[in-house]
């Protein structure tokens, strides 16, 4: 039972370029989420599904495109990396006691 | 828009102390729940606790505990016999649909 896993764990990319970051788990939740941790800022939302098939904006969701596979997998795609996306970003899902279950971070840094 | 507020950003205590982390938030929701929080160097988010809006009866978890004051939209974490290993940034979280998060504490535990 791995829980929340998220790759990769560190990406640097140049202004303009685009990448995806996956995420999935295996605890059967419905409910997925992407936040960004920026110092000082706690976490924002986002994007979230809350449930297969379907996808919902968060606090700051500009830049961002995300897309549920399955059940399982939620994945964030930024299409034309900036240097204010530089940030930590976390995957999430959500339990039966609206617990969020967090994967281990991705450390994106945007030059 | 919910939001939740932690005014202390920074707190330290000596091991085998007590602290307590403070949280405010500001909803027009009944029903929620409120959630703190751990995040070690590491980067993992870690839920320490939670608590239900609908129930009065505080949380507990082994050395912490909440005060949760609904009325006054207040949700403080207590942490008894601090230990070296609680050194951490610790998160007030608020959720309905989706969880808004407050920008942290971060706790230094000085032996």
């Known amino acids: 039972n791995a829980g929340v896993t998220q790759t990769p764990k560190f990406q640097v990319l140049k202004t303009g370029q685009s990448m995806t970051l996956q995420c999935a788990q295996d605890m059967n939740h419905n409910s997925m989420y992407w936040y960004r941790q920026d110092p000082g800022m706690g976490l924002r939302l986002i994007y979230y599904s809350a449930s297969e098939g379907t996808t919902d904006k968060g606090e700051v969701p500009n830049g961002y495109n995300v897309s549920r596979l399955n059940k399982r997998e939620f994945s964030l795609r930024l299409e034309s990396a900036a240097p204010s996306q530089t940030s930590v970003y976390f995957c999430?899902?959500?339990?039966?006691?609206?617990?969020?279950?967090f994967g281990p971070g991705t450390r994106l840094t945007v030059l | 828009a919910q939001t939740v507020t932690q005014s202390q950003p920074e707190m330290s205590v000596q091991e085998a102390e007590t602290v307590t982390l403070s949280c405010t938030y500001d909803t027009s929701e009944s029903d929620y729940y409120l959630f703190w929080y751990k995040q070690p160097p590491s980067r993992q988010m870690i839920l320490v606790i939670r608590q239900e809006a609908y129930k009065q009866q505080n949380a507990t978890e082994n050395r912490f505990s909440v005060n949760f004051q609904k009325a006054a939209k207040s949700f403080s974490l207590k942490i008894s016999d601090s230990q070296l290993g609680d050194a951490a940034m610790y998160f007030c979280?608020?959720?309905?649909?989706?969880?808004?998060f407050g920008a942290g504490t971060r706790l230094t535990v000085k032996p």
């Open positions: 979280a608020y959720s309905k649909n989706d969880m808004r």
């Open positions: 999430a899902s959500r339990g039966s006691y609206n617990e969020q279950f």
